[in-house]
């Protein structure tokens, strides 16, 4: 093409851009599964000219905890126009419940044919939405500044991916456009924090038909430490004074036999706030809680159990000031397709958390997810379409134009 006004008009292709996203929902990929999801936009980009050398995986999955069967793809493009470099980005992985999604469309959503699975819309719809921009920029040979797109592994188990990037393979980009929500209009400029706890009981081993009161009960002293945070307001939400939060016990595990008094037994839980002190704080509540109920629970001979407690950081919270260039940038663009930019925090994570953590101040957009994580979760097509002429205005740096 010939000018950079005649570039400024291009549009997105609706029908493209929908077969995309449907091609791409359909294809399995949970976390620490992303190979087939990452060959097939890869050989997606290479189908469209994109040189093998700018298309590079990182090494997150061989630092990751679980494993993984390929690390985050990342693909730099150098600029045909001066500017600072853009980062867009979405994450690869879905929920365990997508395996198996064949989605159909009716009227205005597209949603999962088997009510028993979920779609798979969080986040193939943001992974189509910079693959559209990137396939569009090179179909029609579009003008853009330095761009670099991240397609991120294994989000959905706690932003490890993002936590594990190789971060010297971006090109130091200056803003950078993570799609990873529901409505375009969306700009969120952070997100909660989130530490993990890991509590092990130790208790004493009995027979409990014959002798129970020589045991001391690992479940006893969970079940006492759980009522004593529910009781006194530190599990769930979490309101005290001006501070906010939320905690849980997600998962429990100890005993074998029910002729047995439980001797062992483990738990994981979460704390999350805005504020890490408050965070922190959390922790310490529920550290005091389980050992306070170890001391409380002896058997017959006086004998206690005993509680470790492991807390680590899952991703700490930010908060981008308005004022920051990637989120006047993210307004401009949406402002640009007639919508109204609503400045959002979240109170989950994203990957944007590790993003910003990095160095890279991060927005997260949405891309017309509805109901993740659900076997209802469907996938708004007006919101998608939107999110895609967003991404695209952003990749091409015509948002003011």
Same mark, same amino acid.
Not at 8 to 21: C, F, G, M, P
Not at 277 to 292: N, T
């Given at each position: ?41 890869? !050989? ?15 090494? *997150?999955?061989?630092? !990751?905890?679980?494993? &993984? ?12 126009? +001066? ?6 980005? *979405? $994450?690869? @992985?879905?929920?365990?419940? =997508? ?8 009227? @205005? ?13 969080? @986040? +193939?719809?943001? =992974? ?37 990037? #190789? ?8 803003? =950078?456009?993570?799609? @990873? ?18 509590? /092990? ?16 009960? *690992? ?16 599990? &769930? ?9 939320? !905690? ?6 100890? &005993? ?20 890490? +002190? ?43 000031? %308005? /004022? %920051? ?18 400045? #959002? ?6 990957? *944007?958390?590790?993003?910003?953590? $990095? ?7 949405? =891309? ?14 007006? %919101?998608?379409?939107?999110?895609? /002429? ?12």
């Amino acid at each position: 093409m010939s000018n950079h006004s005649t570039e400024t008009a291009i549009k997105v292709n609706s029908k493209k851009a929908l077969q995309l996203v449907t091609e791409l929902m359909a294809i399995p990929g949970k976390s620490g599964e992303e190979a087939l999801i990452a060959a097939e936009i890869k !050989s997606r980009l290479l189908k469209a000219g994109l040189s093998e050398t700018m298309i590079q995986f990182d090494s *997150a999955h061989k630092k !990751s905890p679980i494993g &993984g069967q390929t690390g985050n793809m990342i693909v730099k493009l150098p600029g045909t126009m +001066r500017g600072p470099r853009r980062l867009l980005m *979405a $994450h690869m @992985d879905t929920v365990p419940l =997508c395996e198996g999604a064949k989605p159909v469309k009716k009227g @205005d959503l597209i949603h999962s044919k088997s009510e028993l699975t979920a779609l798979g819309a969080d @986040d +193939r719809s943001g =992974c189509s939405v910079i693959l559209n921009a990137l396939l569009t920029i090179l179909e029609h040979n579009l003008p853009h500044p330095p761009l670099s797109f991240c397609w991120m592994v294994q989000e959905e188990i706690g932003l490890v991916g993002v936590r594990l990037l #190789t971060t010297s393979k971006l090109g130091k980009p200056r803003m =950078c456009f993570n799609w @990873d929500g529901k409505l375009s209009d969306m700009v969120c400029i952070g997100a909660t924090g989130d530490s993990g706890m890991l509590i /092990q009981i130790q208790g004493i081993a009995s027979h409990a038909g014959a002798h129970p009161e020589c045991g001391v009960s *690992a479940a006893v002293i969970a079940s006492r430490a759980i009522d004593d945070l529910y009781t006194n307001g530190w599990h &769930g939400l979490v309101i005290k004074g001006k501070n906010t939060g939320s !905690s849980n016990v997600g998962v429990i595990e100890g &005993g074998a036999a029910t002729n047995v008094v439980m001797p062992e037994l483990t738990i994981k839980a979460e704390a999350r706030s805005h504020n890490p +002190r408050f965070r922190q704080k959390i922790l310490d509540e529920f550290k005091k809680a389980f050992l306070k109920a170890a001391k409380s629970v002896k058997n017959s001979e006086g004998k206690q159990g005993s509680v470790s407690f492991e807390s680590y950081l899952k991703y700490d919270s930010f908060r981008l000031p %308005e /004022q %920051e260039p990637a989120v006047q940038t993210a307004r401009l663009a949406i402002e640009k397709q007639g919508g109204q930019p609503e400045l #959002t925090i979240a109170n989950g994570g994203l990957d *944007a958390n590790w993003m910003t953590a $990095h160095g890279f101040p991060t927005v997260t957009l949405g =891309c017309g997810q509805q109901d993740i994580h659900t076997t209802s979760e469907t996938l708004m097509i007006d %919101e998608y379409l939107k999110a895609c /002429q967003i991404g695209l205005l952003l990749a091409t740096a015509t948002e003011s134009a």
